[in-house]
């Protein structure tokens, strides 16, 4: 059996914190992972309407806007979906799960894990939470980029899991890049059958499994029937934990994409960020820092988680 702080995440290949790595990780018999543990803290943070506890339409393609409902669908109860997450197109997710008092010390644990294969940059790294996806075939989480790093495990059943270069710009342009961190919206990152080649992983991922995406990565996930379990229904239900965090360069990125979003207002066509000389981006950023803060004061500006 496995105790706390033993479970570890090791990299398939030589790590790059700037790229996709494919893992392995020993958290799929985690008790705070299987459904019923699941259950509960769904039914704690909708009981205490935080909010917290999402849904998805069940017939969201690739391309869908990723809309998240708090309601669940057709009026039903944690416990009822609970008890059919095998039927088709179930979509249920957790959010910020570190808002619940059990699950800090397992977020801790998989950052602790991690942050072996990060490195030095691991040091600086603030404000990590956790992301909890339960679904089942054929549904689909659609493309989108996220503004924290992000080590994603397959904890049960299967997923198909395609993800792209985080300065992929050919797939997600920097514009729609610099919306989502500065303003929260996904508008321009928009899904296109011709992306699909691009991807770095595309891949059917099993429990032990999983990829580390730094910030800005494009991903997509579909839940696919597992052949190799005799158990019908459970072969049916997946379940993915996202363990997310921030460090003091995705810090510094997101501040100098708020400037350059300034800047263009301005008549600019700003550089992105990490493309100047070191001086240069140096200056961008305390810009950012205190361009940001003032703005926020004036009541102009609503600085974003990580900023
Ligand atoms: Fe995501």
């Avoid at 391309?63 to 039903?76: C, E, K, N, V, Y």
């Amino acid at each position: 059996m496995t105790g706390i702080g033993d479970r570890k995440i090791r990299s398939t290949h030589p790590f790059d914190a700037r790229k996709i790595n494919r893992i392995e990780h020993e958290f799929s018999d985690h008790p705070l992972l299987s459904a019923q543990a699941l259950r509960e803290l769904a039914k704690r943070l909708d009981s205490a309407k935080t909010g917290k506890v999402k849904f998805i339409d069940p017939n969201a393609e690739a391309g869908s806007d990723f809309i998240l409902g708090t309601q669940p669908p057709q009026g039903r109860s944690i416990d009822d979906i609970f008890d059919n997450l095998h039927e088709p197109g179930s979509w249920i997710a957790i959010y910020e799960v570190r808002s619940d008092p059990e699950y800090g010390p397992l977020i801790d644990e998989v950052i602790a894990a991690g942050a072996q294969l990060i490195g030095q940059e691991s040091q600086t790294i603030f404000d990590s939470d956790a992301y909890i996806f339960i679904s089942a075939p054929p549904s689909l989480t659609p493309f989108h980029i996220d503004r924290e790093n992000n080590f994603f495990l397959q904890i049960q059943g299967q997923k198909q899991f395609s993800a792209w270069d985080p300065n992929d710009r050919n797939t997600v342009d920097e514009l729609a890049v610099e919306g989502w961190i500065v303003r929260g919206s996904l508008a321009d990152v928009n899904w296109r059958e011709h992306h699909a080649p691009r991807a770095v992983v595309h891949d059917d991922l099993l429990p032990g499994q999983g990829v580390f995406m730094p910030s800005t990565s494009a991903h997509m996930s579909r839940t696919l029937p597992r052949h190799d379990n005799t158990d019908r229904k459970a072969a049916l239900v997946s379940i993915s934990i996202g363990v997310v965090y921030y460090t003091a360069l995705t810090k510094r990125y997101a501040l100098i994409y708020a400037l350059n979003s300034f800047l263009r207002k301005l008549g600019w066509a700003p550089r992105p960020p990490g493309d100047c000389i070191q001086p240069i981006e140096s200056l961008k950023y305390y810009g950012g820092w205190i361009a940001t803060r003032l703005l926020e004061r004036m009541g102009r500006f609503h600085r974003q988680r990580g900023m």
